[in-house]
């Protein structure tokens, strides 16, 4: 499972300064991180739009769009996979309920 965002996140890499009329990615990298953050935001509406009909085939396609454009965001943010991967091995275990009640108080 891992392995597939890997090559996802490989084959983004290669895209980056290539020919934006043969590469969706391509494309997206020329237009610049405001357009992958506005793509993301909306794949992650489509997503919601979707579970909230209950509508589990959608589900399933827009959390794809989601996690591609979510992988492209990285790329462009400098982010490799691997360090999002290492923050969720950090967290494994912590009880996001514990985690929040030990959050200093402001
Ligand atoms: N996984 C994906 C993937 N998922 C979704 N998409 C594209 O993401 C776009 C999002 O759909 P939308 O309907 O929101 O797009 P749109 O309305 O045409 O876009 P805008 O007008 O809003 O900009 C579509 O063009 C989809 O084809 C993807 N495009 C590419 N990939 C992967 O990226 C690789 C490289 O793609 P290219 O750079 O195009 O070669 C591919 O081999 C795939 O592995």
């Known amino acids: 499972m891992t392995g597939t965002l890997e090559q996802l996140e490989s084959t983004i890499a290669t895209r980056r300064g290539g020919d934006a009329s043969a590469s ?3 494309a997206l990298f020329a ?14 509406v ?3 739009i979707a579970a909230m009909a209950g509508d589990a085939r959608g ?6 769009d989601l996690i591609f454009h979510l992988m492209v965001l990285l790329n462009e943010a400098g982010v490799p996979f691997v360090d999002v991967l290492a923050e ?11 985690e929040k ?4 108080k402001v």
């Open 59 to 64: 589900v399933t396609g827009e959390a794809a």
């Open 101 to 104: 009640a030990a959050r200093p």
């Open 88 to 98: 969720l091995e950090r967290r494994e275990g912590t009880s996001g309920l514990a």
């Open 46 to 48: 489509e997503t919601v």
């Open 24 to 26: 969706y990615v391509a």
């Open 31 to 44: 237009k610049g991180m405001p357009k992958i953050a506005q793509k993301l935001g909306e794949e992650a």
